[in-house]
Nanobody
Framework: QVQLVESGGGLVQAGGSLRLSCAAS????????MGWYRQAPGKQRELVAA???????NIADSVKGRFTISRDNAKNTVYLQMNSLKPEDTAVYYCNARIGTMIVTRNYWGQGTQVTVSS
């Protein structure tokens, strides 16, 4: 079994910062891309940022310059540093990772962590 466990969400005032973490565990053979998505009430889930195993990043225009994605391959963990947060960043943030086991390679999702930015 493979699990993605997120942490670091919470309530913060506009202009503040939060750091999200997502750790993958289980019978992992390899981890390819890892990323963060978010879903606000009444909206579709959208990509926030992604990072390949080699460190190449893709950041959504809406958060570029404010959010940074990084990963620690030794710890099977991906991070999302969120600075200069805005009320429109309020959403449930989900971790995603493409993970290979001995049987299959597929995408896995975390349970989600709430980020609320007050004005």
């Amino acid at each position: 079994q493979v699990q993605l466990v997120e942490s670091g969400g919470g309530l913060v005032q506009a202009g503040g910062s939060l750091r999200l973490s997502c750790a993958a565990s289980g019978s992992i053979f390899s981890i390819n891309a890892m990323g963060w998505y978010r879903q606000a009430p009444g909206k579709q889930r959208e990509l926030v940022a992604a990072i390949t195993s080699g460190g190449v990043t893709n950041i959504a225009d809406s958060v570029k310059g404010r959010f940074t994605i990084s990963r620690d391959n030794a710890k099977n963990t991906v991070y999302l540093q969120m600075n200069s947060l805005k009320p429109e960043d309020t959403a449930v943030y989900y971790c995603n990772a493409r993970i290979g086991t001995m049987i299959v390679t597929r995408n896995y999702w975390g349970q989600g962590t709430q980020v609320t930015v007050s004005s």
